[in-house]
């Protein structure tokens, strides 16, 4: 929330939580992770969290 204000963002409580959870979660898996969100205004964030922000997606073959 203090990288967002310094910046003249607005964020709602609620996705600050989930995005420093996320970004917790990581460090401290030691990994790199994708957030999946379908909020439209969640991806301008990647700038301040350092992961991708992105829609759910799913790699799937080919079935013939």
């Not at 409580?13 to 990581?26: C, N, Q, V, Y």
């Amino acid at each position: 929330m203090r990288d967002v204000l310094t910046r003249a963002w607005s964020l709602k409580p609620l996705d600050a939580i989930h995005l420093a959870t996320a970004k917790w979660l990581a460090e401290l898996a030691g990994e790199t992770i994708e957030f999946h969100t379908y909020s439209k205004d969640l991806p301008s964030y990647e700038v301040i969290t350092g992961y991708t922000i992105c829609e759910p997606y799913l790699v799937q073959g080919r079935l013939i």
